[in-house]
């Protein structure tokens, strides 16, 4: 009887939109923090080294390493000028190019 009561229960809070259902046929999926970053540039003249180390092979390390080049020397005059960062190459550049804008 109470799983019945608790079935009807569930089902009168899904009816009403009190709780979404967690398989939800007509809502689309939820976007990773990478696919994210993807849909939007990060622009390395600005971004934290949290949002650097969402880049693909940027690390912590890599992530301070840039910030601290943008202090020092200013700002980043294209994509291919983040090269000048000791430890970031043009292989590794090619990783994350299509995430990165100035």
């Given at each position: 009887?109470?799983?019945?009561?608790?079935?009807?229960?569930?089902?009168?809070?899904?009816?009403?939109?009190?709780?979404?259902?967690?398989?939800?046929?007509?809502?689309?999926?939820?976007?990773?923090?990478?696919?994210?970053?993807?849909?939007?540039?990060?622009?390395?003249?600005?971004?934290s080294e949290?949002?650097?180390?969402?880049?693909?092979?940027?690390?912590?390390?890599?992530?301070?390493?840039?910030?601290?080049?943008?202090?020092?020397?200013?700002?980043?005059?294209?994509?291919?000028?983040?090269?000048?960062?000791k430890g970031?190459?043009?292989?590794?550049?090619?990783?994350?190019?299509?995430n990165i804008?100035?």
């Amino acid at each position: 009887m109470k799983k019945l009561i608790s079935a009807i229960f569930t089902l009168i809070i899904i009816q009403f939109g009190i709780v979404q259902p967690a398989l939800a046929a007509d809502s689309p999926p939820a976007q990773s923090t990478v696919e994210q970053a993807q849909s939007s540039p990060i622009n390395i003249n600005t971004a934290s080294e949290t949002q650097l180390r969402s880049l693909p092979g940027i690390g912590a390390s890599k992530a301070k390493a840039i910030v601290e080049y943008r202090e020092t020397f200013g700002e980043f005059a294209s994509v291919d000028s983040i090269t000048k960062v000791k430890g970031i190459g043009n292989k590794l550049l090619a990783k994350f190019r299509d995430n990165i804008e100035v």
